[in-house]
């Protein structure tokens, strides 16, 4: 084999080595999730949407907030436009938020029967 198909064979296997290590993509997380209220005190329906391009909404009650979200370390990391921080544990399609007062929500992704 002439060195130059070699050094071309070493550069694909590195560039597809290295856009498979950099792809760590979201896009699995993307989707609609509903909670499950495991403390049982209220009856409210939230639902959070995961967007693409990291966008996010959330839906509670009569008020939707605005976010913006990114995975790191098995955990899913919610910034509101209004300052706000969440730190969601992730599971297999789901996630849990601890909330204020020992709130915690789990969210389960919601399948969509098209």
Do not use: H
């Amino acid at each position: 084999m002439k060195p130059q198909k070699k050094v071309l064979y070493v550069f694909a296997a590195c560039l597809l080595l290295f856009v498979g290590f950099a792809c760590n993509s979201t896009d699995s997380y993307i989707g609609t999730y509903q909670a499950i209220d495991t403390t049982r005190e209220t009856n409210k329906e939230n639902i959070i949407q995961l967007m693409e391009n990291g966008q996010g909404t959330w839906g509670c009650c009569d008020g939707e907030v605005l976010f913006t979200w990114y995975v790191k370390d098995n955990e899913l990391r919610i910034n509101t436009k209004e300052g706000g921080i969440m730190v969601g544990q992730l599971g297999n399609e789901s996630f849990t938020i601890a909330l204020p007062g020992k709130k915690r929500l789990f969210f389960v992704k919601i399948t969509s029967d098209g």
